[in-house]
């Protein structure tokens, strides 16, 4: 029979994003049990560029009872609908990987490989004609899930945001003190262990010891807790993403708000652009060994939307994964546990999936290495798949025009990619293992616009009559089409939001 006791402090070091997501989720879901402080210094600028999310965030947000207009009004958000990539597999050609399904299914198969056998054989048009989030991102058009219209594609709209990153820490840290978490102002300058290894406690600037029984690590890149104490150790894949350094810069907005993000290639990496109510976020993401800072930085003020509000940040990285998530009484999330690049938009994603994780393994003092053990495989499956994900969007490309992307076309790649690659070729397969975070239709999407061709399709797609399959998937992108013209307008979508805010708040 156990015997531990139950935790009673949590101490989260560090802010921004990852501090305060996790702050808000824990003071909400844990009733205030347990004592929870964070510990972030204004000195101490984040990262701040993580601005487009993937339709997770709306659980996160739901979970904690976030109402959505509040939230869009406060953090300048706007609704994003999938993401554009221009220039990727050849240049001069771009495709969307949109949020959603395509088509419906028929008998026993999906619709992609009825789709596939039609377009194989010259008669169907793109995949995207089957995707109403990617039409409706095309036309610039938004609306929310209609659910009251359960035989129509508008019942089930899956949409994300892109959002003020900074003003999301903000909104959050309202709310996670208002449930009693407690904020300490100041710099960590110490870090004191038990004989075991854990964590005792945090010491401030101004001498203040702070203790607690687990510890998040939100530090960022440093990882004060989970890399500089416990010496935890870090996987390095720049040999797969080469990219290593960003400049960021926000700039004017043009004046449409596009429902999706977009992601150009670039000789020596990609730039993002992110349209938010206020400003344009943008930055470009490059491979230092393939490209010099100047270069990149001249590339990313040239392609700006708008003028430049601030002057351009630079950020360095190397892309990989703490060797444990959680070490000890060390839980890290955020930048502290890896980072992978923003190409996806799955940031975000991954400290909601990290604080989930954590709740589901919440530990009691005895901190059971079963538990732990178990977390961090959980932990290391996701991040290892969103890899492969990424990594196929460099691998599978046509382009060798510049140094950097003929070694990306011909670097080496996990053999977990290998093998959905290989499958992907012969009939069009796609296998999702273990609820991993992209769908078969997210990866379909990505293989088809980079260019990579199957050489078949399943068998039982040639069970269906010629004309049935014709007419089954002209009536499906009719539909759609419909679908899309009745749907508001992105920016007019927004614009009744803002106007529908509180008087006390319409002021600010």
């Known amino acids: ?56 965030i709306r659980l996160f947000n739901t979970t904690l009872g976030i109402n959505e207009d509040e939230f869009m009004r406060e953090t300048k958000a706007t609704f994003k609908l999938g993401i554009e990539f221009a220039d ?38 793109d995949l995207e004609h089957y995707s109403l989030n990617r039409m409706a991102a095309r036309a610039g058009k938004f609306m929310r899930p209609q659910p009251e219209m359960p035989n129509s594609p508008l019942a089930d709209i899956p949409y994300a945001f892109h959002l003020d990153a900074g003003l999301y ?20 300058v110490e870090v004191r262990q038990h004989d075991n290894g854990f964590i005792e406690s945090v010491v401030m600037e101004n001498g203040l010891a702070i203790g607690g029984d687990l510890f998040i690590d939100c530090s960022g890149f440093r990882g004060l807790l989970i890399e500089q104490t416990l010496k935890t150790g870090f996987e390095d894949w720049s040999h797969w993403l080469p990219c290593d350094r960003a400049w960021a810069v926000p700039c004017e907005s043009n004046g449409k708000l596009q429902p999706y993000t977009r992601a150009t290639a670039r000789p020596a990496g990609w730039q993002w652009r992110i349209g938010l109510q206020h400003r344009t976020g943008n930055g470009h993401v490059y491979a230092s060994r ?10 990313l003020m040239k392609n700006l939307d708008g003028k430049a509000l601030a002057e351009p940040r630079m950020l360095r990285f190397t892309a990989g994964k703490r060797k444990q998530v959680w070490n ?13 690049e923003p190409l996806e ?38 991040v290892e798949r969103i890899r492969d994900f990424i990594i196929l969007h460099y691998h599978a490309t046509e382009r060798g025009d510049t140094p950097f992307w003929d070694h990306c076309r011909t670097m080496d790649i996990p053999d977990t990619l290998r093998r959905k690659l290989e499958l992907y070729k012969s009939n069009g397969r796609v296998i999702r293992e273990n609820n991993e975070l992209f769908t078969e239709v997210g990866w379909q999407q990505v293989f088809h616009g980079q260019g990579v061709r199957p050489r078949g399709h399943h068998p039982l797609a040639g069970l269906l009559d010629e004309k049935d399959l014709l007419g089954f998937l002209g009536n499906i992108e009719q539909v759609i089409g419909k679908c899309v013209d009745v749907m508001p307008t992105h920016d007019d979508f927004i614009a009744a939001i803002v106007a529908a805010a509180p008087p006390d708040t319409a002021r600010r």
């Not at 879901?29 to 993937?54: M, P, Q, W």
């Not at 820490?169 to 960590?188: D, Q």
């Not at 000890?328 to 930048?335: D, F, I, M, T, Y």
Request: net charge neutral; proline share 3%; hydrophobic share 40%.
């Open 169 to 188: 820490a903000r909104y959050l840290r309202k709310f996670a003190e208002s449930r009693g978490v407690v904020r300490s102002e100041g710099k960590v």
């Open 345 to 382: 938009s799955t940031s975000i994603h991954l400290i909601q999936s990290t604080v989930s994780r954590l709740l589901n393994f919440f530990p009691d003092t005895g901190f059971d290495q079963a538990d732990i053990d178990e977390f961090n495989r959980q932990c290391e499956f996701e």
């Open 328 to 340: 000890k009484n060390v839980v890290a999330v955020g930048l502290s546990s890896g980072f992978l």
């Open 88 to 125: 990727w597999g050849r240049a001069g050609e771009r495709y969307m990987h949109g949020f959603g399904v395509l088509g419906q299914p028929l008998w026993t198969l999906e619709f992609f490989q009825y789709w596939l056998r039609a377009w194989q054989a010259g008669k169907a048009p």
């Open 290 to 299: 393939f490209m010099s800072d100047d270069e990149a930085a001249s590339i």
């Open 1 to 56: 029979m156990k015997t531990e006791t139950p935790l009673k402090n949590i101490v989260i070091v560090g802010g921004g994003t990852a501090g305060w997501m996790t702050a808000a989720s824990l003071s909400h879901l844990l009733r205030g049990k347990y004592a929870i402080r964070l510990i972030e210094s204004d000195e101490i600028s984040t990262v701040g560029v993580g601005e487009s999310t993937i339709p997770m």
